[in-house]
């Protein structure tokens, strides 16, 4: 079959060259937006007299009709066509004759394709952050229900001092908070026209590229031809974006995964969430989070495969950058979905308050607040702590906690602890005294939750549209 390139060559391709090299098996999915793309340049092509304005009438007129068979999925793409761009023209040129050849007047493929995955992207990652900012809505949702409900807290997965489940939440909301303005902020850079570059150094027809701009919502144009065809920065933004959200989403599964086991059994998912197994009866396994643990990896990968394919690249376009494709789709495929989950699977959790408060017998994580105490009371914090070192030694000498001790095993070690030590004991009480903004504390917790609800994740998305 004759391509649209064919003119130069004496053989065809083989078939075998044909399936290396297509890239419509994926860039399908850049359909609709190649064809928005097509509609802006026609128009400016009649606009500026480069082609009639009949011609260019006739041209929309077939791409519109197109675009909703696109928006459908109902478009019958070939492999010999290689990729988006040429089966569009080719369907067009089937459907409107000879002059559907004039669309590519002053344009080429590579300017027309990173046009395509602008706008592509430019929804893509648009839709990432309403669904970042509806899981950090949940969260915050979910903080609000469990406000009085206290957790162990961990450094090196040991117990170091309690937190509100609540102040445990909002974390997690900051970190969301973070992924959102990354992903803003690459959208405002990506928002500009690489078209009119034509293949590489721009064209000799006299086009104006602010209408297109205009047309498709573009903020600006490229001001450098080769830059528009061989940018990707905004692909390797989304990916290291998508990287680090999905990191976020990844240590909150392994603590999801760790709570719901036997051994912890701080909550449990709901059944919709999980999954058994073939062997074994008894098990409910909490498939989503380990999954949005492992998927992690993979989104990873995208992000130093697209490194690695961009870091030898000569100017301008080079096939290579054809692969920059899969896997963002893929990442999009992962992160959109693993945002999602998640609201669903937060929403739903069980949180076993009474198991909780269990967690605390022979505690020792009050243990800080003993060394404080003395060292409001004049020892010199260093010597403070080794004091209460020696208490918590005493204790687990004899399998006990910290509250279980008495007065007089206190004031053996230092006479500066009086009869009310065991208030400074009280998980409420320890909880409640780190009151400082960002501190665990109920009063601070509740500053926290005012000052999440100040972010944009609680500005409905049309609003911010
Ligand atoms: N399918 C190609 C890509 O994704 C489109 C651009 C092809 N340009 C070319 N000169 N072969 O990069």
Known sequence: ???????????????????????????????????????????????????????????????????????????????????????????????IGAVAGKLHTARSRNDQVAT??????????????????????????QAERYIDVIIPGYTHLQRAQPVLLAHHLLA????????????????????????GAGALAGTTFPIRRELVAAELEFDGLYQNSLDAVSNRDYLLEFLSNASICMMHLSRFSEELVLWSSEEFGYIELADRYCTGSSMMPQKKNPDVPELVRGKTGRVYGHLIALLTVMKGLPLAYNKDLQEDKEGVFDTLDTL???????????????????????????????????????????????????????????????????????????????????????????????????SAVGGTATCAVVQQLAAAKQSSAFVSSSERS
Do not use: C
């Open 336 to 434: 959109l979905p693993a945002l999602r989950i998640f609201r669903g699977m937060i929403s739903t959790w069980t949180v076993h308050s009474e198991r909780l408060q269990t967690a605390f017998d022979k505690d020792f994580s009050a243990a800080t607040d003993l060394a404080d105490e003395l060292a409001r009371r004049g020892l010199p914090f260093r010597q403070a702590h080794a004091v209460v070192g020696q208490l918590v030694q005493k204790a687990l000498s004899r399998g006990i906690g910290l509250a279980d001790l008495s007065v007089e095993d206190f004031r053996e070690l230092s006479p500066l602890f009086d009869e009310r030590v065991h208030d400074l004991l009280q998980l409420r009480h320890v909880v409640d005294s780190r």
């Open 116 to 141: 395509s995955m602008h706008l592509f992207m430019r929804s893509a990652v648009w839709e990432v952050v309403q669904e970042i900012r509806a899981l950090q809505v949940t969260l915050v949702e």
């Open 1 to 95: 079959m004759t391509k649209l390139w064919g003119g130069r060559f004496t053989e065809a391709t083989i078939a075998e060259v044909d399936a290396f090299t297509a890239s419509i098996g994926f860039d399908a999915r850049l359909a609709v937006a190649d064809i928005r793309g097509s509609i802006a340049h026609a128009r400016m092509l009649g606009q500026a007299g480069i082609i009639p304005d009949r011609d260019a009438e006739e041209i929309v007129l077939g791409l519109e009709e197109m675009l909703g068979e696109a928006t459908e999925g109902t478009l019958k793409f070939r492999v010999e066509d290689e990729d988006i761009h040429m089966n569009v023209e080719r369907l067009l040129t089937e459907r």
């Open 172 to 195: 997690y909301f900051w970190m969301l908070e973070r992924d959102a303005d990354r992903m803003e902020s690459t959208l405002q850079r990506m928002n500009v026209l690489p078209l």
